[in-house]
């Protein structure tokens, strides 16, 4: 029985590649197809995550970690901009982030799950502020409370660590064996919670292969319906 369900936010619960997307065609002058942005923007999110653990080790600075994502993601499809390019594109980036909605079928989990007197919480990867707005952007606390919305800049740990884990499992008084964590990075999302014994749910919906790894999430789906069904099936067992 999963009484407690922890979910990522930064595209498992919206579509954070519609963003994206909006903010390229914006910002590079490449005629760029959706099938390329959607490519570029895999390529961008596998850099963000790197380029996040150096920034929170002290090893760049925020404004840093801005530039190099985007940059270093558009030269590995053979497309050049500039420090000054890749900041103008932060800012825009944010100001899209500021139209977020969450997938439809979230929402009827969320109002699920809630209805069910599920225990729900966030936990995402981010600065405090940055993660607040687009909280508050999705309405997150109609569903949530706000003392059980987890970012890493505030609770000073961050995926994949165990640390980031343990600290929920200690404010919530969760069991392992009742929690389930639903995210769409397999590095840090299905890893994280499986080390820690939690069970995981990976929202595939943009098809990544599974790496090699001897973690393998307990289920996988490839859309927010499907995300919904599959927790609408695991009610009736």
């Not at 919670?193 to 599974?210: D, I, L």
């Amino acid at each position: 029985m999963l009484n407690t369900i922890i979910f990522d936010m930064d595209d498992t619960l919206y579509d954070q590649a519609a963003t994206f997307r909006t903010t390229c065609k914006k910002v590079l002058n490449a005629p760029l197809s959706d099938k390329e942005l959607d490519n570029l923007y895999l390529i961008s999110r596998k850099y963000s995550d790197a380029l996040f653990d150096d920034q929170m080790a002290g090893k760049m600075t925020l404004e840093e970690m801005h530039i190099r994502r985007i940059k270093d993601a558009c030269m590995d499809v053979g497309i050049e901009i500039t420090a000054e390019q890749a900041l103008a594109f932060q800012n825009i980036y944010v100001q899209e982030q500021g139209k977020i909605a969450l997938f439809d079928e979230v929402v009827e989990l969320l109002d699920d799950l809630v209805r069910k007197k599920k225990q729900l919480a966030i936990l995402t990867n981010g600065t405090e502020a940055h993660q607040k707005m687009k909280i508050n952007q999705l309405k997150l606390s109609k569903w949530i409370p706000e003392e059980h919305l987890f970012i890493s800049d505030t609770i000073g740990y961050s995926k994949p660590s165990k640390q980031a884990f343990h600290f929920i499992e200690d404010k919530l008084a969760l069991t392992r064996e009742e929690t389930v964590y639903v995210g769409d990075s397999f590095a840090n999302d299905m890893v994280g919670a499986k080390q820690v014994g939690w069970q995981a749910f990976w929202m595939n919906h943009r098809k990544r292969e599974m790496p090699k790894n001897a973690i393998k999430p307990d289920k996988t789906v490839y859309s927010a319906k499907e995300l919904r069904e599959l927790f609408l099936c695991s009610s009736k067992k």
